[in-house]
């Protein structure tokens, strides 16, 4: 088997190299010739006390660990791959209170009890009141850009929908809507220094929005209304939430809801305006098959970790108990095992077994229809107001170890 020619020092975690760009070449390297690889890391350098991480980087492989969790932990060490080495322990413990970071039997009760309000029917009463909102996010950008025609779609329409969804989902005001954009990004943006956000203000955006959830919860408590909240605080038949319990779910939903499906909206837009080919036919036929292919070609968590519960074989390789084990979805989606030419960006891509729902398993993503429908209305409604639309300027990254982010798109109408 041929040694894959990566540098020394090499680190699929480095946010420096993300924001640059997604490794694709390097994860063809690992996939070919050493598809589960030891990435060492100096001590502490992502928070925690050991010398780094497996890479795990074919598709396969990335489903089996992520339908195993009883071989591999999220909850050991949290799913988040890499902290900063100011990190505390104790810091990292707090977010296992998050439903991410769980593993069964706790994940599967909460989780029971938050899949209520993300049911088929659920998400079908949402798609009206989403599809107005879309279509006034689009006007609305359009009467707000610059006399040529310019603005920043990341802003001006890519946070808009996922933000307004949540809102309505679990019965935010929307005027309150602002403040939760505020707190997922410095939660989530720690390791760019643009933002300036010490793990410090992470931790107290976080509590935050954790106060917020916890004044929402006794709110629908006392007075109960038909949104998710009352639903999940009052599900007596399985049990309640806690208030700490949704306080954390809350969190989950501003980071996992928020930023993954504006980075997908804003990487489709990228990639629509750079195949305008694709543009062309999106316009034309609407194919249903469009949102799959904008996930897994965007997919926005390039990798989550697990921990190994006990020394276990994968790919031909011992992992021992205690070891992390980097699952790269940015890899797998890009597995020519699996996908017909996956460089190439093709919205009628069918089937399309992506991962950038997850990788199956218990943590498969919770609010995948919700994903699909916003990404389907935002486009629909581009392609209605904003047919012309093109490319300004390349797109901003964002630094950061596990997410493939974008902090500005410029565009014009003009």
Known sequence: MPCPALPDGFDFTDPDLLQERVPLPEFAELRQAEPVRWIAQPPRISGFDDAGYWAVTRHADVKYVSTH?????????????????????????????????????????????????????????????????????????????????????????????????????????????????????????????????????????????????????????????????????????????????????????AVAGNETTRNAITHGMHAFLTHPEQWELFKRERPQTTAEEIVRWATPVVSFQRTATQDTE???????????????????????????????????????????????????????????LEINLIFNAIADALPDLRLVSDPRRLRSAWLNGVKELQVSTG
């Open 69 to 253: 969790p009883e071989l591999f932990s999220s909850n050991l060490n949290t799913a988040i791959i890499r902290f900063n080495e100011t990190i505390s322990r104790d810091q990292i413990e707090v977010q296992k209170m998050i439903m991410l970071n769980m593993d069964p039997p706790e994940h599967t009760r909460v989780r029971q009890i938050v899949q209520r309000g993300f049911t088929p029917r659920a998400i079908r009463s949402l798609e009206d009141a989403l599809r107005d909102r879309a279509g006034s996010i689009v006007e609305t950008a359009l009467a707000n850009a610059a006399a040529d025609g310019s603005f920043d779609f990341v802003t001006n329409v890519a946070v808009e929908l996922p933000l307004q969804a949540i809102a309505e989902l679990i019965g935010v005001p929307q005027d309150d809507r602002t403040k939760i954009f505020d707190w997922s990004n410095k939660m989530a943006a720690y390791d760019d220094p643009e933002y300036a956000i010490t793990e410090e203000v992470g931790a107290e955006a976080a509590m935050e929005i954790v106060s917020y959830a916890m004044n929402l919860a006794a709110a629908r408590k006392e007075c109960p209304a038909k949104d998710i909240v009352s639903q999940l605080v009052a599900a007596e038949d399985e049990g309640n939430l806690s208030s700490d319990e949704f306080g954390f779910f809350v969190i989950l939903l």
């Open 314 to 372: 994968l790919g031909d390789v011992t992992i021992k108990k205690g070891d992390r084990v980097g699952i790269f979805y940015s890899s797998a989606n890009n597995d020519p095992e699996v996908f017909d030419e996956p460089q190439k960006f093709d919205i009628t891509r069918d089937p399309n077994p992506h991962l950038g729902f997850g990788g199956g398993g218990p943590h498969f993503c919770l609010g995948k229809s919700l994903a699909v």
